[in-house]
């Protein structure tokens, strides 16, 4: 008979089409990694697999948030760049702690762009798969000294999450004083511009952070993600200073 030749040539044809389809799908997110981009500005690689924070946050979120969000941000920025060609000439935080000083045509798009670049890579760099998983050391006594303990900095730290009204962030700083504070930013407004002197911690709360999984529960959002939280790389922050 020749039905089953004929069906084994279908199987082989939609293997051979389903093994050419899924390059597409590959590719673009192993791009995003490594081509350079056309400017001063690239994308940081995420540094872990998009499934690595998984179940509190998931692959498709984080794939969309850094190879789309994070990456368009890039983009303005590099376009901002041409624009305005002394953007590229000076370290990042010096902009962004001196917004005043950027050209007006240019201020709104750096505010937005280069602090959405700013503001992702901190946040996907704390969320490091391992690491210390409570504080330990000087971040330790930090928390302890301004807030009580760990639980009490976490309601304050929610509680500022939950507060921002529409897109921004909440992180926890060591402010212009030298005390750890907790902040909250509206849309990509960075803690460099209120003087922190170090930004140990940062949870985004825009909804495309959490819309995929956790649709408008944000507090379940935030409740997962101190699950991702490496304190060794908070602790790192702390050291660095910005
Ligand atoms: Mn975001």
């Known amino acids: 008979m020749t ?17 050419a389809a899924a390059v597409p799908l590959i590719a673009p997110h192993a791009l995003a990694q490594t081509t350079p981009a056309a400017g001063p500005f690239a994308l940081p690689p995420l540094g872990y697999a998009p499934e690595a924070l998984e179940p509190h946050i998931d ?13 368009a941000y890039v983009a303005n920025a590099n376009t ?7 953007l590229a000439k000076q370290p990042i935080n010096s902009v962004l702690k001196a917004l005043g000083t950027v050209p007006e045509a240019q201020r709104a798009g750096v505010r937005n762009n280069v602090g959405g670049h ?11 798969p391992g690491g210390a ?5 000087d971040v330790k006594a930090g928390i302890d000294g301004v807030f009580g303990d760990l639980p009490k900095f976490k309601e304050k730290m929610n509680a500022a999450a ?21 902040v909250s930013t509206a849309n990509q ?3 460099l511009e209120l003087g922190a ?6 949870v985004d709360v825009w909804e495309h952070a959490y819309y995929l999984k956790y649709q408008n529960k944000r507090g379940d959002y935030l409740n997962a993600w101190w699950n991702t939280v490496n304190w060794d790389k908070v602790a790192g922050n702390l050291k660095a200073g910005v």
């Open 3 to 19: 039905a089953t030749p004929v069906s084994l040539d279908r199987r082989a044809s939609l293997r051979l089409i389903l093994s």
């Open 59 to 71: 692959a498709m979120t984080m794939t969309i948030h850094h190879d789309r969000h994070h990456a």
């Open 80 to 86: 901002l760049a041409t624009q305005w060609p002394d």
């Open 118 to 128: 700013w503001n992702h890579t901190r946040f996907w760099d704390v969320m490091t």
């Open 133 to 137: 998983k409570m504080p330990t050391g």
């Open 162 to 182: 939950l507060g921002r009204f529409g897109s921004g962030w909440a992180w926890l700083i060591v402010n212009k004083d030298g005390k750890f504070e907790v």
């Open 189 to 191: 407004d960075t803690p």
């Open 197 to 202: 002197k170090a930004v140990l911690l940062g």
